[in-house]
């Protein structure tokens, strides 16, 4: 009888957030670890039925403490066909390898202005429908809208130079317009918009036509418009 007692109770344990966990029923979804620098990283909880439409927390609370949360594990949402939608935490700054692969139900992100790294593969295979950007993105890893239904994306005017990795929107065949407030092209290898819908519009800084229609990569595009407005994120 105590074993059966016992593990009752430690499936029940197994099926609970642990103390890591926001202790709201809304924010269960979600396993938050802290990190060696005291933020915290999140991910799915394996344990329970995913949400359609999630909200992940700014801060895990643990010990009465706020741990900013700046890190989307690697896998964190991997092959999650009931997300829908997902808002990040503000502090993000690194989404994980492969962190929504393969979220085939996957629409809409809500990327924070702090994000830095889109990790490799990160949406391949979902149906994510934009990417806006903020001014600190830094580096987009190969193939991290591999197949996606990607149709906008916007790369704002940012701090530091941005790197596009190779077969990063590689088979963004829904591509139709691709925004970008850099007056000098990223360096990028022609393979970045591979198989892409190259009849898209390119849209640069006004006065950057040529410079963009001379770059490898960038001047795989058919059409090239210069724009000097600033889209609202």
């Known amino acids: 009888m105590n074993k059966v007692l016992l593990l009752t109770v430690s499936l029940l344990f197994m099926q609970l957030?642990?103390?890591?966990?926001?202790?709201?029923?809304?924010?269960?979804?979600?396993?938050y670890s802290i990190l060696k620098d005291e933020s915290a990283s999140a991910k799915r909880e394996v344990y329970l039925t995913s949400y359609t439409d999630l909200y992940v927390d700014d801060y895990m609370v643990y010990k009465k403490k706020k741990h900013p949360v700046t890190y989307i594990d690697s896998y964190a949402w991997y092959g999650d066909n009931n997300l829908r939608s997902i808002r990040l935490p503000k502090y993000v700054d690194v989404i994980g390898v492969e962190a929504f692969r393969e979220c085939s139900s996957l629409r809409k992100c809500i990327f924070p202005d702090e994000l830095r790294i889109v990790g490799q593969w990160s949406f391949a295979s979902t149906k994510l429908d934009s990417a806006c950007f903020g001014e600190k993105l830094e580096w987009i890893d190969k193939y991290a809208f591999y197949r996606s239904g990607i149709r906008y994306v916007h790369i704002p005017k940012t701090i530091y130079p941005v790197q596009i990795s190779d077969c990063a929107f590689r088979h963004t065949c829904s591509l139709l317009i691709f925004k970008i407030d850099l007056p000098y092209p990223p360096i990028i290898s022609d393979n970045v918009f591979a198989d892409a819908n190259m009849f898209a519009k390119l849209i640069v800084p006004y006065g950057s036509k040529k410079e963009y229609e001379r770059s490898s990569g960038w001047n795989r595009f058919k059409i090239i418009e210069e724009c000097d407005s600033i889209i609202k994120r």
């Open 17 to 31: 957030p642990c103390s890591l966990h926001s202790q709201s029923i809304d924010k269960m979804m979600v396993r």
